[in-house]
């Protein structure tokens, strides 16, 4: 039997996979860029949300509103906001940050967020 119709080389692809390659390769980068700054944001809730709690905690045992600010933010991601209140009945910690990725401060920042509330112990409201 004779083939039919054109045969082709194993030579006549020389370059495509270059070709592909320098295409697909910027769009890979966008990619891994995206997951690693979806990285950071997450990492940076999990640090609000662990000084949240480290703060509420602390706060409705008694502790000075002062040390509990202080010790939060030393928890938490640089730049965050601490909100801390205390009533009769329970205690509110307030944890917030923006998050830009290191790698491209050109980019818009994403807030996080946490709260944590405890039950505030008998006499520690002064």
């Known amino acids: 039997m004779t083939p ?18 320098a295409v ?3 769009a890979v980068v966008v990619m891994l860029a995206a997951a690693l700054w979806g990285v950071a944001a997450v990492g940076a809730q999990l640090e ?6 480290m703060g509420a905690r602390a706060a409705s045992r008694g502790e000075s509103l002062e040390r509990v600010r202080g010790g939060v933010l030393a928890a938490a991601p640089a730049g965050a906001h601490v909100m801390v209140t205390r009533s009769a009945e329970v205690t509110r910690v307030e944890v917030s940050a923006s998050v830009r990725p290191r790698w491209g401060a050109s980019l818009p920042a ?6 944590a509330v405890s039950a505030t112990e008998p006499g520690a409201e002064r």
């Open 110 to 115: 994403v807030t996080v967020r946490a709260t």
């Open 48 to 53: 609000c949300v662990d000084a949240a709690r």
């Open 4 to 21: 039919v119709g054109p045969i082709a080389h194993a030579g006549g692809s020389k370059g495509s996979v270059t070709a592909e390659t």
């Open 24 to 26: 697909v390769l910027p």
